[in-house]
């Protein structure tokens, strides 16, 4: 397959990932890779981001905001003791534990939240 780079090189859901082997779940998207495991949930940051990589434990986390958007959404996972950025009207949320995507990483998304979901629900 042809890599656009109109199309954000975003891949979705490849649980081959010779990266991650034991990931649950990993999405490249346009700022950066989810990674979702059992126990924990990665987030790998493109170089040209201001903020850092980073490994949230699935006990840390509350909950995952999701918005598939008209051309890019975004996922942003809800971390105790971090405030969430809200966007505006016009904008999306754009914090440490956001990442966005584009219409073709909208069923990796998915599927990541999903998983993490499932995961806070035990």
């Given at each position: 397959?042809?890599?656009?780079?109109?199309?954000?090189?975003?891949?979705?859901?490849?649980?081959?990932?010779?990266?991650?082997?034991?990931?649950?779940?990993?999405?490249?998207?346009?700022?950066?890779?989810?990674?979702?495991?059992?126990?924990?949930?990665?987030?790998?940051?493109?170089?040209?981001?201001?903020?850092?990589?980073?490994?949230?434990?699935?006990?840390?986390?509350?909950?995952?905001?999701?918005?598939?958007?008209?051309?890019?959404?975004?996922?942003?996972l809800e971390q105790r003791g971090v405030?969430?950025?809200?966007?505006g009207l016009l904008s999306d949320p754009?914090?440490?534990n956001t990442l966005h995507f584009t219409?073709?990483?909208?069923?990796?998304?998915?599927?990541?939240?999903?998983?993490?979901?499932?995961?806070?629900?035990?």
């Open positions: 397959m042809v890599n656009f780079p109109w199309r954000g090189g975003e891949t979705g859901g490849d649980h081959a990932d010779p990266e991650h082997p034991d990931a649950v779940v990993v999405c490249s998207f346009q700022d950066g890779t989810l990674v979702v495991h059992e126990d924990e949930v990665v987030i790998e940051r493109v170089p040209r981001s201001k903020f850092a990589g980073k490994t949230i434990p699935m006990a840390d986390l509350r909950g995952v905001d999701y918005a598939g958007g008209i051309t890019v959404g975004y996922i942003q405030d969430a950025d809200e966007g754009v914090d440490e219409r073709s990483g909208r069923a990796c998304a998915e599927e990541a939240r999903d998983a993490i979901l499932s995961r806070l629900s035990e």
